[in-house]
């Protein structure tokens, strides 16, 4: 049985996370190291220091979900977290990265949705969290996704990378970006060993630090529902409801999308959106500061499967 270092690492970051006092836990000196101490995780889980330890070390060990169990209430983790902890140390590395899987399809009837939904942004999301699809209104919205090569439409890169991104989500754009990494970090670890997933994860680690720092914290996000504000170059300001959903028969494609409340300004500056879209076939949306105004030329093609 291979070490798990992924393990490991998940185990010591979230320890070092947790607030030794919101537990009861008080020192009367400062502690060296943030978080609390591995026999303090021991106790709680009711396990062994020892075997915790070896756990932290990547040890070549198979715990029981009923430990899993009692480490993610011991830690506090949300669903999210709990299902990487179950899935991680299931999965442990093996240091030989595998070839990707078949390229992802999207049905036409899903085209054919995206394509209905009118004035609502949506694309699909598949594995690495790249776009599979999006209608015209996500790429008047966002970016034209089809406008680039393959390997680069996938939201965390451009979320990351892309200057156009940051001014669109402005201050929100850190905890919308980490997000999108914490979604990748998901993905990872249903699909471990994946060679694709690591020459990604390496190129945004070479070139953005903040990718670097939100990775090497441990962040593991689902995405189901929230709410995003935008400084759109077009329309101005726009508060929009995110609503995520994944496809019956296939859990690594997931749409979503952007709603505006009804009979509200954003619903309006959507409405505005989608006829300056309609007018302008090819979109492609500079960088901007937020709340400004500017015009760019514009568009997209129909939605491309990505492997």
Same mark, same amino acid.
């Given at each position: ?32 190291? +943030?978080?609390?101490? @591995? ?36 830690? @506090? ?14 999965? /442990? ?11 992802? *399809?999207?049905? +036409? ?11 609502? +942004? ?84 070479? *070139?953005?630090?903040?990718?670097? @720092?939100?990775?090497?914290?441990? *962040? ?27 496809? +019956?028969?296939? /859990? ?36 901007? /500061? ?18």
């Amino acid at each position: 049985m291979d070490r798990n270092e992924g393990l490991g690492d998940f185990l010591r970051a979230r320890r070092a996370a947790m607030d030794p006092r919101a537990l009861g836990i008080h020192d009367l000196t400062p502690r060296r190291v +943030p978080g609390l101490r @591995r026999e303090e995780l021991a106790a709680l889980a009711g396990v062994s220091v020892d075997y915790y330890t070896r756990l932290e070390q990547g040890r070549p060990i198979a715990p029981s979900e009923a430990v899993l169990d009692a480490l993610a209430n011991a830690l @506090r983790l949300d669903p999210a977290e709990r299902g990487y902890l179950h899935a991680v140390a299931r999965q /442990p590395a093996t240091g030989r990265r595998r070839a990707s899987r078949a390229v992802q *399809k999207v049905r +036409p009837g899903v085209h054919a949705l995206l394509a209905r939904l009118g004035d609502t +942004p949506a694309f699909v999301l598949g594995r690495r969290t790249t776009i599979l699809a999006s209608n015209r209104m996500a790429r008047a919205l966002l970016a034209d996704f089809d406008a680039v090569p393959a390997r680069d439409r996938n939201v965390t890169r451009w979320m990351v990378l892309d200057e156009a991104a940051r001014s669109l989500f402005g201050d929100g754009w850190e905890r919308v970006a980490s997000e999108f990494v914490g979604a990748l970090r998901m993905d990872a670890a249903r699909n471990p060993d994946d060679a694709a997933t690591a020459e990604l994860v390496g190129e945004l680690s070479m *070139k953005s630090e903040r990718f670097r @720092r939100w990775w090497a914290g441990q *962040k593991v996000v689902v995405h189901s529902y929230g709410t995003k504000i935008l400084h759109h170059p077009i329309v101005g300001d726009l508060t929009l409801h995110t609503e995520t959903l994944t496809f +019956p028969g296939d /859990p690594d494609q997931n749409l979503y999308t952007f709603l505006a409340a009804p009979g509200s300004p954003s619903e309006e500056a959507l409405a505005v959106l989608s006829t300056w879209a309609a007018q302008h076939p090819v979109v492609t949306l500079t960088p901007h /500061p937020p709340h400004a105004a500017g015009r760019s030329s514009s568009g997209g093609g129909p939605g491309v499967d990505s492997p």
